[in-house]
């Protein structure tokens, strides 16, 4: 699987920002696809996932009804949309995929920077 991140940039608090990961494989019915982001000094953290499948989604606390993760089946892509977008939301944004019953993500795409300024 190879994945391509794209959409991140500079957005003020409080702003919209859309990132798309874009999926070269044969079929993705078997993958979870997710989103990671690394911070400033930070470890890299996940922060939402999304089956491919059935589409079923999980999302960290801090990011619960602000972001949204969904897939475009036909375009093999996955949407993160962000809203309400805070400072501490400032990182480097990773889509990654993992086969079903897998552990660890097997696959990451390059990083997109996402900045918010305050």
């Known amino acids: 699987v190879q994945l391509q991140a794209s959409g991140g940039g500079l957005v003020q608090a409080g702003g919209s920002l859309r990132l798309s990961c874009a999926a070269s494989?044969?079929?993705?019915?078997?993958?979870?696809m997710a989103w990671f982001r690394q911070g400033p000094g930070k470890e890299r953290d996940l922060v939402a996932t999304?089956?491919?499948?059935?589409?079923?989604?999980y999302y960290v606390d801090s990011v619960k009804g602000r972001f949204f993760i969904s897939r475009d089946k036909t375009k093999k892509t996955v949407i993160l949309q962000m809203n309400s977008l805070k400072p501490e939301d400032t990182a480097v944004y990773y889509c990654a995929a993992k086969p079903l019953g897998e552990t660890s993500y097997n696959w990451w795409g390059q990083g997109t920077l996402v900045t918010v300024s305050s």
């Open positions: 494989a044969r079929t993705l019915s078997r993958y979870i």
């Open positions: 999304i089956r491919w499948d059935n589409g079923m989604t």
